[in-house]
Each structure stands twice: as C-alpha cells, then as structure tokens.
C-alpha cells in the first residue's frame, strides 16, 4: 500500500505561485510514476500533469502546460508541483497520484491522497 501526503495549498492572488509536495510512504517510490489532478468545486477530477519514475518523461494538460512544472526527487520520496501565473479557474482541491507503471498516464492510477486545497482569487 502506498500512501501520499500532499501539502503547499493555500490562498492567494492570481498571478501569484504556489509549490505543491506530495511525500510518499512507498520505499520503492522510485518505481512510481506519479500525476497530479485537481477537483473543482463542482466539477469532475481533471488531470494536470504526469511524470516517470526517472523524471525523465513528463505529460501535461493543455490547460497548465507552460504554467505548471512537475518535478520529482527519489530521493527523498517527494514530487513536487510548480505552479505558476496561477487564475481563478486554478482552485480546486489538488490531488497526488501513484501507480507502478512505466509511463505517465491520464489516469489509472491506483493510489490517492487527500488532496490540498489551492483557491485563487481574481
């Protein structure tokens, strides 16, 4: 079972930027790939971005591509999200996501956080 624990949400302007973690129990968390998603209220979960377990292979959506930057570090068990130029439309409730597979995917992930919250103001 691998558990994520995702942090860095929070409140700000648009234009601002904000840094998500999600730090992962898993002690094999090199051979993960791992995605971010969001929820808006209201909305259907929306992918945003993937990456490979060597960090070396990454996908996003149209909609952050250019804003948002995944990252990752084995190391210390943790992915990371940048995000940039953050809008309105950004807020929702961000999800880190886990699967052993090869590649990054927009969806079948079979592991979840709790999600943090990211609300933006106009």
């Known amino acids: 079972q691998v558990r994520l624990v995702e942090s860095g949400g929070g409140l700000l302007q648009a234009g601002g930027s904000l840094r998500l973690s999600c730090a992962a129990s898993e002690h094999t968390f090199r051979q993960l790939t791992l995605g971010w998603f969001r929820q808006a209220p209201g909305k259907e979960r929306e992918f945003l971005v993937g990456?490979?377990?060597?960090?070396?292979?990454?996908i996003y959506a149209d909609s952050v591509k250019g804003r948002f930057t995944v990252s990752r570090d084995n190391a210390n068990n943790t992915v990371y999200l940048q995000m940039n130029d953050l809008k309105a439309e950004d807020t929702g409730l961000y999800y880190c996501?886990?699967?052993?597979?090869?590649?990054?995917?927009?969806?079948?992930?079979?592991?979840w956080g709790q999600g943090t919250q990211v609300t933006v103001s106009s």
């Open positions: 996501a886990a699967d052993h597979k090869v590649r990054p995917t927009a969806d079948g992930y079979a592991y």
């Open positions: 990456i490979s377990w060597s960090g070396g292979g990454t």
